[in-house]
């Protein structure tokens, strides 16, 4: 395969199964579609100025060695498929844990749980405000998981952590081929340097503001909706 393909292939491979199978009986995830489009699409707005501010700062970069060599505003257009792609994949896993399992969920711990990483993500950012990725990904962590725990007590943060460990499996493997091949390049002056093999350990409070905010903002909408 031509190299320069390896990051559509990416994206292909993490959509693939979620879209296919959103029109599934008990599921029927595509009648979601008109909550998570424009949850997805906020959110990608969000992440898309993010990426292109940080891109433009020297925070990361991308090897065109692995790029369609598309690019809009600056970022590969790739990268900007990831955040429709990746949030899409996310809540579809998240629909499909509360169709076949609606009692999978966590009770009173979840509260122990937030206020965990809400407290960790905190201090972490704070401590190393220095370094740009670790003190935005973490602050923004802990900001959103302040909101939706504490403030709105979103009864379904229960589920979301759940959903959240259950990512993690997908996320190390996509993650770890963009940055071991290189396909993003990362500048380790503005983060800790910590590996998990290549990932750097902010990618973890990178994805839970990416998966947060999305199912966030799909479950107000949904239950707006519906209240």
Known sequence: MNSHWTYAVLLL??????LSASFDKRVAFYRQWKFLFPA?????????????????????RFNPAYLLGVYFFKLPLEEILFFIVVPYACVFIYACAESYFPK??????????????????????????????T???????ALLVFFFAFVQ?????????????????????????????????YNDAENLGIRMYTIPVEDLFYNLVLMLGTTGVFEMLRRRKYS
Do not use: E
Request: net charge positive.
């Open 13 to 18: 491979g993490i959509i693939a199964f979620p």
């Open 135 to 141: 003190l935005s990904a973490c602050v923004l962590s």
């Open 153 to 185: 007590k979103a009864p379904w943060m229960g589920r979301f952590w759940i959903n959240y460990a259950v990512v993690l499996i997908p996320f190390f493997i996509c993650n770890g081929i963009l940055t071991a091949k290189p396909v993003v390049i």
């Open 40 to 60: 997805i699409i906020i959110v990608a707005v969000f992440f898309i100025a993010w990426d292109y501010w940080f891109t433009a700062q020297g925070v990361w």
């Open 104 to 133: 999978l969920l966590l009770k009173k711990s979840h509260c122990w749980i937030s206020l965990t990483v809400m407290l960790v993500s905190l201090c972490l950012g704070l401590m190393n405000y220095d370094k740009a990725y």
